[in-house]
């Protein structure tokens, strides 16, 4: 039997930019965080919650970098207390630390 489905000529994997160095990566080297319904940030290990989603780096530096300037918080379009970004950077932590 024939298959008639069209495949893409090239497996494109997806790629997504690091919100704080703006290099591309695709989604395996970055962690997703995302904007929960209530308006608070998570971060999202599956890359699957539904939600405005945003990609930082596994590296510190981002992480910080994005919490301090707020560039996360722009991108997601939402506020982020200094309590709660101080545990995601603890978090961010102890993702890599497992790695
Ligand atoms: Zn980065």
């Known amino acids: 039997m024939r ?9 494109a994997k997806p790629q997504r930019t690091c919100v704080t160095c703006r290099q591309v ?10 904007r929960t319904a209530d ?3 998570e971060i999202d ?12 780096c596994r590296l510190r530096e981002c992480w910080e970098t994005a919490l301090k300037s707020g560039r996360l918080e722009h991108s997601l379009s939402t506020a982020i207390d200094r309590e709660h970004r101080e545990l995601l950077v603890k978090s961010a932590e102890e993702l890599f630390s497992d790695a």
Request: net charge positive; aromatic share 2%.
């Open 39 to 41: 308006g608070s940030v």
């Open 45 to 56: 290990i599956s890359g699957k919650k539904n939600g405005r989603g945003a990609y930082l």
């Open 3 to 11: 298959k008639s489905i069209n495949a893409p000529p090239s497996k």
């Open 25 to 34: 990566k695709t989604k395996h080297e970055l962690v997703r965080l995302v």
